[in-house]
């Protein structure tokens, strides 16, 4: 996922992210600052659960990046 729309996907205070997770029923993990390389331009975003969930995790993260742009 772009560096610029980590924010959006975490939320103020990670109220984004948990409304997902719990939404879906995957857990999500974004990779931290710290562990990327400087120049990357993109952050991973890991899905953990079910087919179904990961599914539902994938359509709801970007529906919240579309209303961004």
């Known amino acids: 996922m772009p560096n610029s729309k980590i924010g959006v996907l975490i939320g103020k205070a990670g ?3 948990r409304n997902l ?14 562990d990327v390389d400087s120049n990357a331009l993109t952050r991973s975003v890991e899905l953990v659960g079910s087919l179904g969930s990961v599914d539902k995790a ?9 209303e961004v742009h």
């Open 58 to 66: 994938e359509q709801l993260i970007k529906s919240v990046i579309a």
């Open 21 to 34: 997770q719990r939404s879906s029923g995957a857990e999500m993990q974004i990779t931290n600052f710290a």
């Open 15 to 17: 109220e984004t992210i």
